[in-house]
C-alpha cells in the first residue's frame, strides 16, 4: 500500500457523506476540517488533518531575546 499525503476522493466521499464538491466544501467548514481546493476546485485535505500527529513530542519552548541590559537592571533592583 502507497502512502498518500491526502484522503482519496473515495476517503472524502465518506468523510463528508457527499459527491459533489461544493456539498463537500460545506461539509468540511461543517465539520471544521482544513482543507484546499484544488485547480479543478475540489476540494484537498490532508491525512494529517483527520489523522493528527502520531509521534507526539513536546513542543520546544522558544527562547525569548532580553538585552543584557534589562538582565542587569533587574539584578540590581
Known amino acids: 500500500m502507497t502512502y498518500s499525503l491526502f484522503i482519496t476522493a473515495d476517503e472524502l466521499r465518506e468523510l ?3 459527491t459533489l ?5 460545506d461539509q468540511l467548514r461543517k ?8 485547480g479543478h476546485g475540489k476540494p484537498v485535505v490532508t ?9 507526539q513530542q513536546p513542543i ?8 543584557a541590559m534589562i ?4 539584578k540590581a533592583a
Open 21 to 25: 464538491k461544493s456539498r463537500q466544501i
Open 60 to 67: 520546544p519552548q522558544r527562547l525569548v531575546w532580553q538585552s
Open 47 to 55: 491525512r494529517f488533518a483527520i489523522e493528527g500527529k502520531t509521534d
Open 16 to 18: 463528508t457523506g457527499f
Open 71 to 74: 538582565q542587569q537592571d533587574r
Open 31 to 38: 465539520m471544521g476540517i482544513p482543507f484546499r481546493t484544488n
